[in-house]
């Protein structure tokens, strides 16, 4: 088996290396002759930053404004009427929970006071307890726990239990609503469950909303190895995640979130290099030509896919993806770069290049990315 793995290892680096003088060429060639607007690309000149995809509609954010508006003045019953207004859709209902968090975190005045009048409603308690898990990391910070300052730990480690102890309550509200569960599944790494008290709040969630996209997301971040799992064990149920994911559904991204924690500390070549990745990347491509164009989770999950094609050297499937996101880079991983535009662009161009694509009639013009719902 070592002897195997050996080879293995050593025909993938044979093959990178020589891979590395035509990558180099085709950098060269997208730096200096690569005309995006040829291939169906959006121009240089368009290309932003600051956003994953197109902005909220503007019906939408007069929508939300008007909901904003309301709370702050005291009246939380639009707040309500828009949660209730996504029915068994879960994934809809956290997405608009999400917003109330927004919201609630610039004042909650309005949410205690929806509490008092409606002490039995599992939307509110469930956002009183998401609030309290925001709050709380707020406090902790994004830092590694050597760089958080003691008295932030310890305040971190006093709200999280509480913030559990509430959705707990939450849940007793509402046996179908996966809300509270998914709060559970949050805070858990924070509190420093163990596997064994993990596995209840994962099967409660699960029992719930088999493929919920945020829970899937949280549960990935517990199985990390930076947490309380491995490389092995994240992939893994990412993996499971992806195979169990019903058509239209974004759930197969979930292991694109996956191989970029590998990606972040530079060990997701060897994946990336593997037949079985590039199968992986094809069949998450395939699942996201079902999902909704107005899904919020889709342009990152593009810029991911992009980039992991064009690390994989699947150029051809690479490039699709860039005409499907137009303009936008405004999401990892290019904002990890000091220019996140040239990084995208140059990405592209060695794409177009490796991909040995033809320009395409001058009358077609640059594709369209879709139009999404959140692109911020």
């Known amino acids: 088996m070592d002897l195997i793995f050996g080879l293995v290892l050593i025909t993938l680096t044979c093959v990178a290396l020589h891979d590395q003088p035509f990558r180099r060429l085709a950098q060269r060639w997208a730096r200096t002759s690569f005309d995006p607007t040829a291939y169906g690309l959006a121009p240089r000149a368009q290309l932003d930053p600051e956003r994953a995809g197109p902005p909220m509609s503007a019906e939408l954010r007069r929508e939300a404004q008007a ?10 019953r639009p707040a309500a009427a828009y949660v209730a207004g996504a029915g068994r859709s879960w994934d809809e209902r956290w997405s608009r929970l999400e917003l109330l968090t927004e919201i609630a975190d610039s004042g909650d005045a309005w949410l205690t006071a929806w509490r008092i009048a409606d002490p039995n409603c599992c939307d509110a308690a469930t956002l009183e307890a998401k609030l309290l898990v925001r709050r709380a990391w707020a406090i902790r910070g994004s830092g590694f726990a050597h760089e958080v300052p ?13 913030a559990i102890e509430a959705a707990r309550r939450a849940a007793l509200l509402s ?16 509190a420093q469950y163990t596997p064994e008290q993990f596995a209840p709040l994962w099967a409660g969630l699960a029992e719930r909303a088999p493929h919920h996209y945020e829970g899937h997301w949280q549960g990935m971040q517990y199985w990390c190895a930076k947490w309380y799992g491995s490389d092995r064990e994240m992939l893994a149920f990412a993996e499971r995640a992806m195979d169990a994911a019903p058509a239209g559904s974004p759930l197969p991204g979930i292991y694109l979130h996956a191989v970029h924690e590998l990606a972040k500390r530079n060990a997701a070549g060897k994946l990336l290099a593997s037949a079985q990745a590039k199968r992986r990347l094809r069949a998450v491509a395939a699942a996201l030509a079902t999902v909704p164009p107005d899904d919020p989770h889709l342009p990152a999950l593009r810029h991911l896919l992009a ?23 405004g999401a990892a991983p290019w904002t990890a770069a000091e220019d996140p535009a040239a990084e995208f662009d140059l990405a592209r161009g060695v794409s177009v290049k490796r991909a040995r694509a033809r320009p ?9 990315s879709a139009t999404h719902r959140h692109g911020g």
Do not use: H
Not at 69 to 74: C, F, S, V
Not at 308 to 328: C, D, N, V
């Open 360 to 368: 395409l009639p001058r009358e077609t013009g640059p594709v369209k």
């Open 307 to 329: 980039s992991f094609f064009y690390t994989s050297g699947l150029y051809a499937p690479a490039l699709e993806q860039f005409r499907l996101l137009g303009p936008w880079c």
């Open 150 to 162: 003691p008295e932030n730990m310890a305040r971190f480690r006093e709200l999280l239990p509480a």
């Open 67 to 76: 909901i904003a508006d309301a709370a702050w003045d005291g009246d939380w």
């Open 175 to 190: 046996s179908e609503d996966p809300g509270p569960w998914v709060v559970m599944v949050t805070a858990a790494r924070g």
